[in-house]
């Protein structure tokens, strides 16, 4: 089983649509989760940090269940430039500061 | 930006040949990171470092060395490059205070 799992997708939804993508991690030890966006061929950035009681900025908005041990991204609105993957990242050990990362949840948004 | 290159970005090298990727960074970061991006796999952690002449294994470290002679160079090496290590090779960096890790463009690896 992997440690961080994804639905890989893709999610085809049209301009203005919410969308909402779901993640789980199998390690209760895990200490840190983000939110990165992949564009094709390009270098994964951070989208958004996770925090327990939930965060959002702007259109975006992430939650965390620790109990369930699952994280989810809610996009509204969504924009043709939201196509990316987007992938689910998780730190479980503060010492090192390596990441887990997803396999990635592509989305393409279209007109 | 993280001020991070990687060089050389793309490679085309044959099985059997010894292959050396490198990362620079302009902030002296302490710690660093290479992983690789299959697909449906994800990235996984080959080698970090925390500091000079400071590294260790990740989770994927065989067939892979590493060197770190100055902060802001981390070198990946594959001492005989086979196919299975065609791969995008991203080095990161991860800034004090935060937990999350900024990357580099990338290397497509491919072994021929």
């Known amino acids: 089983r992997k440690e961080v799992e994804q639905d890989p997708g893709p999610f085809n939804v049209p301009e203005g649509a919410t969308v909402a993508f779901n993640c789980t991690y199998s390690?209760?030890?895990?200490?840190?989760f983000f939110w990165y966006r992949q564009d094709c061929r390009k270098e994964p950035k951070l989208l958004m940090s996770?925090?327990?009681s939930g965060n959002e900025d702007g259109r975006f908005t992430a939650q965390l269940n620790r109990a369930s041990q699952y994280i989810s991204l809610l996009i509204r609105d969504s924009k043709l430039s939201d196509s990316a993957t987007y992938l689910c990242?998780?730190?479980?050990?503060?010492?090192?500061?390596?990441?887990?990362f997803g396999s990635g949840t592509r989305l393409q948004v279209q007109p | 930006d993280a001020g991070i290159t990687q060089s050389p970005r793309h490679k085309v090298t044959e099985t059997g040949t010894p292959v050396t990727l490198r990362c620079h960074q302009t902030?002296?970061?302490?710690?660093m990171y290479w992983y690789r991006q299959d697909p449906g796999h994800g990235l996984r952690l080959i080698h970090y470092?925390?500091?000079?002449?400071?590294?260790d294994k990740g989770e994927v470290s065989d067939g892979y060395s590493v060197s770190r002679s100055k902060t802001e160079d981390f070198l990946l090496t594959l001492e005989s490059a086979t196919s299975s290590q065609t791969s995008v090779y991203f080095c990161?960096?991860?800034?004090?205070?935060?937990?999350?890790?900024?990357f580099g463009p990338g290397t497509r690896l491919l072994v021929l």
């Open positions: 470092s925390y500091g000079v002449k400071d590294t």
């Open positions: 902030e002296n970061h302490r710690y």
């Open positions: 990161a960096i991860s800034v004090p205070g935060e937990e999350t890790q900024y």
């Open positions: 996770v925090y327990s």
């Open positions: 990242v998780v730190n479980r050990d503060t010492g090192r500061r390596a990441l887990t």
């Open positions: 390690n209760s030890a895990s200490q840190s």
